[in-house]
């Protein structure tokens, strides 16, 4: 017996029934939240942090800030995706925020090992490591909205670097810190809208 239903239809329900997935997993609102976080947390610790510290201990925290700070992010999106996975029974999908966690720990155990200058841009230009990560991710889970995101911080990063370096002991790394707090505000209340739209599809 023939199937009367037209793969035309099907199309249509497939693209439906994929927004509704990545909805409950909210993979585009989650890390939003998560990078928008420690972006509004970073000009704390550049700032009364480390501000008394001596010029070696101030490099070392901010050096170590984003690595450190991004496994932790990652790490928390997973374990708040399985244990959505686990009370929905809705599935984490085959680009688990798990596979993400251990390429970034092996990338990253690589880096520090082979002593790469790119550990360093936590220091110099340090927007642009979650920019990289959030890339990463927009590519991974093939989402466009994280790709935005990244794109705008790794601008915003690139140009306070030279900033600072332009108006380096001027007194104006103030500015910097106000950049970042105004960045991780607006990528929180990109994250709102995108929650909005999961709960939408959803």
Known sequence: MESTTDPAQLVPELGRLRARVRADQRATSAPLVVFGVLILLY???????????AAGGRHLALLAYWPITTAVGLGALWLAARRRARRDGVGEGRRTYRHATRRYLIALLLVVL????VLFV??????????????????????????RWAAVT??????AAILAVATAGSGWLWLAWLGDGLL???????????????????
């Not at 082979?114 to 200058?117: D, H, I, Y």
């Not at 590519?139 to 909205?145: A, E, I, K, S, V």
């Not at 607006?186 to 939408?200: C, P, S, V, Y």
């Open 43 to 53: 000009p704390v610790l550049d700032g009364p942090l480390t501000g008394q510290l």
């Open 114 to 117: 082979l002593f790469l200058p």
């Open 122 to 147: 936590g220091v110099f230009a340090p927007l642009v490591w979650p920019a990289a990560v959030l890339a990463a991710l927009g590519w991974w889970q093939h989402d466009t909205q994280l790709g």
């Open 154 to 159: 790794g601008v915003l990063g690139g140009t």
């Open 184 to 202: 991780g505000v607006a990528m929180i209340g990109g994250a709102a809208l995108a929650r909005r739209r999961e709960l939408a599809a959803g």
